[in-house]
């Protein structure tokens, strides 16, 4: 599958240095992002959003039309829209509907007369609100530049500069019906769900998250079609990396968390959650405004009920708010989080557990009532088990998790995990694989156990490195040094030099 753009219908990256694992497991990874977000494509909705109507036998019938038929059909609908010199009235009315009958269908084609200038201007006319159109004429060419922008970004860009952005503000308004609403916010979730560059543009034309909240202040209570676009529209508004400006989308963090605490529509939590997502991959000061409005119960509750529509969101959204500070990780802790990530562990999904171990990394990778907290689960044996069975990637991410361990735990943890967890034959198993990502946090790990066993020796001995050359380990490491990685080089030799060679010196 190709990039994933914006989210459309028709109708920490590692910030990893050679001498720290531990910014690695605090971090988003991009690489669990996109896969991620590509299962959610595939799972939850279709690659683009475009609008159709099945029960009018118009829009099935222009599909299978011949091509030329079909073009040449389109061509006289244009010419119509045109000539026609009032743009009002039942006839005019059916004339862009059957334009926009056209625009519904699929096919690159039916795009090319509907961007002439002159035929976009006119529709661009329609949806100004002091053109003072009727709301049904309103609706259809809202329609028509909806279909265009899921598969046009010449549609998007042309739309955004005639300063199409802003008449649908200006209609989303006043008192207008719930399908105006709904045509208009689906028409806005497009433009903003198309390229990076776009979106910016669009948000520099218009300030969209000002409109949008406003409109929602100005409105009680919304059907669920409008309040689902609405989240489509949050969704593909705060989407990235590149994310937009942090200033201007942080004002959304209110309205999506109080409907997170509140909603019992689970239709409209998906895209909410997301933007959450979104608005939470960045500074420990975004993931604290998130933290302050007092989601952090809600999130373990929707862990707990494992939506299948949900969880995958939930999942991320729970570690990005684990990878900011101590005092951040356990106000999750504190609601309850460990309770279902254990459950979770065991799902059948290889990617759920892989994240799943990524967030224990992040608490792992915290202070040492923290870990503590961790040793005191059913989480240690259940990851054990994984390492021994489950597929590479969750294993290299356990892996992760053990070497962040020997950070800050302290010295009676540092035993357990080397005596009860057997870190260090676990590290030691893997050291004939070739991918430094696993290789580096193994080396560092063996490096943290080893400065806090040097204050176990007696005689000179280090307990941990003597038990690492009881298990002929030692070949295994000298082996290292000739991967082609200089990081890895590095990291062995420091081991080698600053602990064997010392100890035999001594």
């Given at each position: 599958m190709?990039?994933?753009?914006?989210?459309?219908m028709?109708?920490?990256?590692?910030?990893?240095?050679?001498?720290?694992?531990?910014?690695?497991?605090?971090s988003?990874?991009?690489?669990?992002?996109?896969?991620?977000?590509?299962?959610?494509?595939?799972?939850?909705?279709?690659?683009?959003?475009f609008?159709?109507?099945p029960?009018?036998e118009e829009?099935?019938?222009?599909?299978?039309?011949?091509?030329?038929?079909?073009?040449l059909?389109?061509?006289?609908?244009?010419?119509?829209?045109?000539?026609?010199?009032?743009?009002?009235?039942?006839?005019?009315?059916?004339i862009?509907?059957?334009?926009?009958?056209?625009?519904?269908?699929?096919?690159?084609?039916?795009?090319e007369?509907?961007?002439?200038?002159?035929?976009?201007?006119?529709?661009?006319?329609?949806?100004?609100p002091?053109y003072?159109?009727?709301?049904?004429?309103?609706?259809?060419?809202?329609w028509?530049?909806t279909?265009?922008?899921?598969?046009?970004?010449?549609?998007?860009?042309?739309?955004?500069?005639?300063?199409?952005?802003?008449?649908l503000?200006?209609?989303?308004?006043?008192?207008?019906?719930?399908?105006?609403?709904e045509?208009?916010?689906?028409?806005?979730?497009?433009?903003?769900?198309?390229?990076?560059?776009?979106?910016?543009?669009?948000?520099?034309?218009?300030d969209?998250?000002?409109?949008?909240?406003?409109?929602?202040?100005?409105?009680?209570?919304?059907?669920?079609?409008?309040l689902?676009?609405?989240?489509?529209?949050?969704?593909?508004?705060?989407r990235?990396?590149?994310?937009?400006?942090?200033?201007?989308?942080?004002?959304?963090?209110?309205?999506l968390?109080?409907?997170?605490?509140?909603?019992?529509?689970d239709?409209?939590?998906?895209?909410?959650?997301?933007?959450?997502?979104?608005l939470?991959?960045?500074?420990?000061?975004?993931?604290?405004?998130?933290?302050?409005?007092?989601i952090?119960?809600?999130?373990?509750?929707?862990?707990?009920?494992?939506?299948?529509?949900?969880?995958?969101?939930?999942?991320?959204?729970?570690?990005?708010?684990?990878?900011?500070?101590?005092g951040?990780?356990?106000i999750?802790?504190d609601?309850?989080?460990?309770?279902?990530?254990?459950?979770?562990?065991?799902?059948?999904?290889?990617?759920?557990?892989r994240?799943?171990?990524?967030?224990?990394?992040?608490?792992?990778?915290?202070?040492?009532?923290?870990?503590?907290?961790?040793?005191?689960?059913?989480?240690?044996?259940?990851?054990?088990?994984l390492?021994?069975?489950?597929?590479?990637?969750?294993?290299?991410?356990?892996?992760?998790?053990?070497?962040?361990?020997?950070?800050?735990?302290?010295?009676?943890?540092?035993?357990?995990l080397?005596?009860?967890?057997?870190?260090?034959?676990?590290?030691?198993?893997?050291?004939?694989?070739?991918?430094?990502?696993?290789l580096?946090?193994?080396?560092?790990?063996?490096?943290?156990i080893?400065?806090?066993?040097?204050?176990?020796?007696?005689?000179g001995v280090?307990?941990?490195?003597?038990?690492?050359?009881?298990?002929?380990?030692?070949?295994?490491l000298e082996?290292?040094?000739?991967?082609?990685d200089?990081?890895?080089?590095?990291?062995?030799?420091?081991l080698?030099?600053?602990?064997?060679?010392?100890?035999?010196?001594?």
């Open positions: 190709g990039e994933v753009r914006g989210f459309k028709n109708r920490k990256d590692a910030q990893e240095e050679p001498s720290s694992v531990i910014d690695h497991v605090k988003k990874r991009e690489q669990y992002r996109v896969s991620i977000r590509k299962e959610r494509l595939f799972d939850e909705i279709d690659s683009k959003r609008k159709r109507v029960i009018e829009e099935d019938e222009n599909d299978k039309l011949p091509e030329d038929v079909r073009t059909r389109l061509q006289q609908i244009v010419t119509e829209f045109l000539a026609s010199p009032h743009a009002e009235g039942k006839e005019f009315l059916s862009v509907r059957r334009l926009r009958s056209m625009s519904s269908c699929k096919f690159k084609t039916i795009a007369p509907l961007l002439r200038e002159e035929v976009f201007n006119r529709l661009m006319e329609i949806i100004t002091a003072n159109q009727e709301e049904l004429l309103q609706h259809e060419a809202a028509i530049f279909n265009l922008c899921s598969t046009e970004s010449r549609a998007v860009e042309l739309f955004i500069e005639k300063g199409g952005v802003q008449r503000l200006q209609l989303l308004k006043g008192k207008r019906s719930p399908a105006l609403y045509q208009v916010l689906w028409c806005l979730s497009n433009i903003l769900g198309d390229e990076f560059e776009l979106r910016d543009l669009a948000l520099t034309k218009a969209i998250v000002e409109g949008l909240l406003q409109f929602i202040e100005d409105n009680e209570s919304f059907p669920l079609t409008v689902r676009n609405i989240m489509w529209v949050t969704c593909n508004l705060t990235g990396p590149p994310y937009p400006s942090y200033g201007r989308t942080r004002h959304l963090i209110p309205f968390c109080e409907y997170l605490r509140n909603a019992k529509k239709l409209i939590l998906p895209e909410l959650i997301w933007s959450l997502v979104h939470s991959d960045g500074h420990d000061h975004q993931i604290q405004e998130i933290l302050d409005t007092g952090a119960e809600r999130v373990v509750e929707l862990l707990y009920g494992r939506d299948p529509g949900l969880l995958v969101p939930t999942i991320r959204l729970s570690g990005h708010l684990l990878s900011g500070s101590d951040q990780t356990q999750l802790l609601a309850g989080l460990l309770g279902p990530l254990e459950q979770l562990l065991d799902s059948a999904k290889s990617l759920i557990r994240e799943v171990v990524w967030m224990i990394s992040n608490v792992l990778a915290g202070n040492h009532r923290q870990i503590q907290a961790v040793f005191d689960t059913g989480i240690p044996k259940k990851m054990l088990n390492l021994e069975y489950d597929d590479y990637t969750v294993q290299r991410e356990i892996i992760y998790a053990l070497s962040a361990a020997t950070y800050y735990a302290t010295l009676d943890q540092i035993e357990i080397v005596h009860k967890w057997r870190v260090l034959e676990h590290f030691i198993s893997r050291l004939e694989y070739e991918d430094k990502k696993i580096l946090p193994i080396l560092k790990g063996m490096e943290n080893f400065q806090r066993g040097s204050t176990l020796s007696e005689d280090n307990p941990y490195v003597s038990l690492v050359e009881s298990l002929n380990a030692l070949k295994a082996h290292v040094q000739f991967h082609p200089g990081e890895v080089y590095e990291g062995v030799y420091k080698i030099e600053g602990f064997f060679l010392a100890e035999s010196r001594n």
